[in-house]
């Protein structure tokens, strides 16, 4: 089992940055990339970024390119998100995932959540004036 904890949300301005950290606890070896993904009030959950273990691959959702900046520290065991220019419809749950699958390429990344196999709890993330 791999446990995953987010935190670093919370309510900013349009405009302003935050950085979203997960740790990544438990059978850590299981997971051969990581990820973030959102959800709005009655929307579906959607792909933010997502890199490999190794940090040689990253992938990003078009609406948050040259925004966002995923990263990983494997001698922490935690991912990141940093996000800059935040908008309002940047507002969302913002939840941590682990993959298990090992062949990452943008199709895999376009898959969605199906590749995707523990979740954390989500941090809330509010970008208003």
């Known amino acids: 089992q791999v446990q995953l904890a987010e935190s670093g949300g919370g309510l900013v301005q349009p405009g302003d940055s935050l950085r979203l950290s997960c740790v990544v606890s438990g059978h850590t070896f299981n997971s051969y990339a990581m990820g973030w993904f959102r959800q709005a009030p009655g929307k579906e959950r959607e792909s933010v970024a997502a890199i490999t273990r190794s940090g040689g691959s990253t992938y990003y959702a078009d609406s948050v390119k040259g925004r966002f900046t995923i990263s990983v520290d494997n001698a922490k065991n935690t991912v990141y998100l940093q996000m800059n220019s935040l908008k309002p419809n940047d507002t969302a749950v913002y939840y941590c995932?682990?993959?298990?699958?090992?062949?990452?390429?943008?199709?895999?990344?376009?898959?969605?959540?199906?590749?995707?196999?523990?979740w954390g709890q989500g941090t809330q993330v509010t970008v208003s004036s």
């Open positions: 995932a682990a993959s298990q699958y090992r062949y990452w390429s943008d199709y895999t990344f376009s898959r969605g959540r199906e590749m995707f196999n523990y």
